[in-house]
């Protein structure tokens, strides 16, 4: 009897012991399941923005995340969790996101360098330049770079711009306040709401096109 009463203590203590690291695991714990975890899901990202993060044109536009800023990533994540940004494809993906896996997750893309996609149209290219380093005083469009930075490659909570996919980039700027912005609470994607409504369509494909040359 005294035995088992010993044995049934020693399981609940035992289990208790599995919940302990289970929840601690869902707070960041790095134990080797949670690393098992986030390769799977890191696998899964790669099926849509490719195996180096470089991007794809398929029916979307699937975003370059290659050399992207940690905290832009981890941002974008908590807006589609949120329904700040609105978009079907990524509201699934993240739907599956344990908490403690997203600022995992945002840093897995900063250390990766394939070259851009291309295939943008050349034309313009010349004309994208002067928008991102002078903007566009008569339309109050600010020089791109002031917050980009010289080389388009962002900072924190600013994204990189360079090498971006050329459709992608078209597509978010022309589609900025239908996407972004939701909710009660303002987030950082109002600073770009001027920019994008004194853009015309013609100089946005001249930005984009510039940009997604960019290494
Ligand atoms: C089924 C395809 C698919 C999968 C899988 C997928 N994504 Fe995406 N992702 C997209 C598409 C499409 C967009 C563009 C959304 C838009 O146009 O607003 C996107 C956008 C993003 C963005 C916004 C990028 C930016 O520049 O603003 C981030 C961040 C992102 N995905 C991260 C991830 C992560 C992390 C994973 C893995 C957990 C993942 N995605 C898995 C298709 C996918
Ligand atoms: C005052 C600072 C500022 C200026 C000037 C600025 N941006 Fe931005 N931009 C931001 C911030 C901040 C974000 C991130 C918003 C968010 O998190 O929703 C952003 C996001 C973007 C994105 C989305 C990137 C992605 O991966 O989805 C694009 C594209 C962009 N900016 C292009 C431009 C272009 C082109 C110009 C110049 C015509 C410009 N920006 C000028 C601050 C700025």
């Given at each position: 009897?005294k035995?088992m009463?010993?044995r049934s203590?020693l ?7 599995v919940f ?9 714990f ?9 390769q799977?899901?890191?696998t899964?990202c790669k099926?849509c923005h490719g195996l180096?993060?470089q ?9 370059r ?9 981890e941002n974008?994540?908590r807006a ?8 079907p494809?990524m509201l699934n993906?993240t739907?599956g996101l344990?908490?403690?896996m997203?600022?995992v997750?945002?840093?897995?893309f900063?250390?990766?360098?394939p070259?851009?996609?291309g ?14 380093e002078?903007?566009?005083?008569d339309s109050?469009?600010p ?8 080389d388009?490659?962002?900072h924190?909570?600013?994204p ?9 980039t ?15 609470a303002?987030?950082l ?14 100089e946005v494909e001249?930005?984009a096109?510039?940009l997604?040359?960019?290494?």
């Amino acid at each position: 009897m005294k035995v088992m009463r010993l044995r049934s203590a020693l399981q609940t203590a035992g289990l208790a012991l599995v919940f302990l690291v289970a929840g601690r695991a869902d707070n960041g714990f790095a134990g080797p399941a949670s690393n098992q975890q986030i390769q799977a899901k890191l696998t899964y990202c790669k099926t849509c923005h490719g195996l180096s993060g470089q991007g794809f044109r398929g029916y979307f536009p699937i975003p370059r995340l290659a050399g992207q800023q940690t905290q832009y990533i981890e941002n974008q994540l908590r807006a589609f969790i949120e329904h700040r940004r609105t978009n079907p494809v990524m509201l699934n993906v993240t739907h599956g996101l344990r908490p403690w896996m997203i600022p995992v997750l945002a840093g897995q893309f900063k250390n990766l360098h394939p070259g851009p996609l291309g295939g943008a149209p050349k034309a313009s290219i010349a004309f994208g330049r002067k928008i991102f380093e002078e903007g566009l005083p008569d339309s109050n469009v600010p020089a791109c770079f002031a917050c980009h930075g010289p080389d388009a490659k962002g900072h924190n909570e600013i994204p990189r711009l360079a090498g971006q996919v050329y459709w992608y980039t078209v597509k978010a700027l022309t589609s900025w306040t239908k996407e972004r912005g939701h909710g009660s609470a303002k987030d950082l994607s109002a600073i770009m709401v001027p920019t994008t409504h004194n853009l015309t369509h013609s100089e946005v494909e001249a930005v984009a096109a510039y940009l997604s040359y960019l290494k």
